[in-house]
Every structure is written in C-alpha cells, then in structure tokens.
C-alpha cells in the first residue's frame, strides 16, 4: 500500500523558521516557504486545503494554501503569546496554546481571538473532545492537565497529573485521557467523566508525544530519550509493541502522525533533519524523508 499520489507531508522547521512542503508518495521536497519564528505544531483545516503553523517564538499562527504553497495571512494572537499545541477544530475554530501566557488562544472562523486562561505553567500541547467543547491542556512546569469548557470561555479544573506531562490523547471517544510525562517513563491513564487516573503503563524514556490513530484503536507515544514508539490497545491499554525507529536518543524523535487510514506512521527525528515513515502492522522503517533543519510539527494534507 502506497501513500495517495496527492498526498502532501508538511514539516515545521523550527531552526530555520520555513515549513516544508513534500510530496509524500516521491518524498521529495516541493517547496520550502517562510513561516514565523519557529514554527512547531501544523494543523490541516477541516477541508483539508489549508495548513496552520504556529509560531512559538513570537505570538502568531500563519496560514498557507497548500495546494498554492502560498502564505495567505497571519493571525496575531496577542496578548496571548508563545503558542505550541495547535488544532483545526471540525467547526472552523482553531485551538492554540499559548505557554507564555499560560493561556489557550481560541481562533473564530472570522478570526477573531478569544482567550482562556489556564493559570498553569508550560501550557504546550492540547487535545479536545469530539464535541469540539472540552479541552485538555497539558501544562509541563505545573505537573497538571487543564480542562477547559471552550464553549462557556473558562477553565473547570486542573488535574493532578505529577512529573512533567507534555504529550497526552483522547481515547474511546473523549472518555479516556492518556498523558505522557518527560519525567518518568510511564503514561498515565484518566477517566475524563471522573477526573480520575485509572491505569498507569510503562514506556521507554520517555513520552514526549501521545497520539491516537484516526481510527480509534491505537494509542502510541514518541520516546524522546529511546528513539522508540510504543504501540497501545486503546480499547485494552496492553502494550501490543515497541518499535525501534533510530534506537537513539540523538535523533530527538519528538512529533508522531498517523496517516489518515492508520497504517503509516511518521516520526519527525529533529536531531537529522529526517522524518522516518514506519510501518504500524510490522514496525518496520520504510524509508526517512528529509526536511528542514530540526523538523517537528507534522501534518498530512490530502
């Protein structure tokens, strides 16, 4: 099985400040264009023709044709600043956190922004509910997950997570929140309903991203300090496996992506300037793409 022809990688650049435009099924770069002050997390609008691409170092988001691989506009975020997690709800808004300002930003299909405070600090990755109403802020230096009602504008709880929690995913339809920590090898496992933490499983060193596949059935962390994925039942939590990507803590495997029908996965290797596509049935490594300099924020556009 081969990636679609029309396919299109994109790669965030965070040291040189451009994003790459690849043709999936060649690998081969097609463009490379200017973004803010390094660009991390991409998000693919809800039609699949736009990419959004934050810009940590400054307080802004672009946004790009992709099919034109054309700036089309920036959104200012201020006062909400440093924005990391990014996400294209289905209905148009786009969700950012914005860690300088221990705050998410939340974009209106008309552009403007509002804000919702967190009051945490190292607000950096984000996950939201099917409903596209509740979201869940992973805050790095407070050791918690905010829960945020996005429709009501305000923050219902914080919880207690401990560590350093960073990558953290949805699972069995909202129900379940899985949570990686930067400190300690292990995801930890909450009921959403409850606010409760119910499983705890171990990982290699260590999570830095979680991701659910799009179809519901696999949850799979990005082990920074291993140059590993693990590979979970999301239904069961079992680990079903580990797959070696460089084996190497070198590489700086940070940012994971499912393709859109959960067979491919990518890893972006920020430490060489790769990203490894890996097939999720065998683990294998099929071949590593090349990008910019220190790629992390990964998206697909169809």
């Known amino acids: 099985m081969t990636p679609a022809a029309a396919e299109t990688l994109l790669v965030g650049n965070k040291s040189e400040d451009t994003l790459s435009v690849i043709a999936l099924a060649s690998g081969e770069e097609i463009a490379r264009l200017p973004t803010g002050k390094m660009p991390h997390e991409i998000a693919i609008s809800p039609d699949g023709k736009q990419a959004a691409v934050v810009a940590y170092g400054g307080t802004t988001i ?3 044709d992709v099919a034109a691989r054309t700036k089309l506009k920036t959104i200012d975020l201020s006062p909400n600043q440093r924005p990391h997690g990014l996400l294209w709800l289905s209905d148009g ?12 930003a939340v974009v209106a299909p008309d552009g403007t922004v509002a804000s919702i405070s967190t ?4 607000s950096h990755m984000v996950a939201v509910a ?3 109403r509740t979201a869940y802020v992973a805050n790095i230096g407070s050791g918690t997950v905010s829960v945020l009602d996005l429709q009501d504008g305000k923050k219902l709880r914080d919880l207690t997570i401990g560590g350093k929690p960073e990558g953290l995913a949805l699972a069995k339809g909202g129900r379940e929140l899985w949570v990686g920590d ?18 705890e ?3 290699d060193p260590v999570a830095i991203r ?6 519901g059935k696999l949850i799979a962390t990005s082990n920074i300090a291993s140059g590993t994925i693990s590979l979970f039942d999301a239904e069961t939590r079992v680990l ?27 890893a972006a290797e920020t430490g060489h300037d790769k990203i490894a596509e890996i097939d999720v049935a065998s683990g294998a490594v099929l071949r590593r793409i090349g990008a910019g300099k220190n790629g992390d924020g990964l998206a697909i556009a169809p």
């Open 130 to 132: 099917p409903d596209n």
């Open 182 to 199: 930067l400190d300690a090898p292990r995801v930890s496992v909450w009921d959403t309903a409850k606010s409760e933490k119910i499983a």
């Open 119 to 122: 009051g945490q600090k190292g």
């Open 93 to 104: 808004r786009l969700v950012a956190t914005t860690e300088g300002s221990e705050s998410i």
């Open 201 to 203: 499983q171990p990982v």
């Open 210 to 215: 979680v991701l659910a596949s799009p179809d």
């Open 62 to 64: 672009d946004i790009f």
């Open 240 to 266: 079903l496996r580990t797959i070696k990507v460089s084996g190497d803590a070198a590489a700086g495997q940070v940012t994971l992506l499912f393709s859109s029908d959960s067979t491919r996965l990518y």
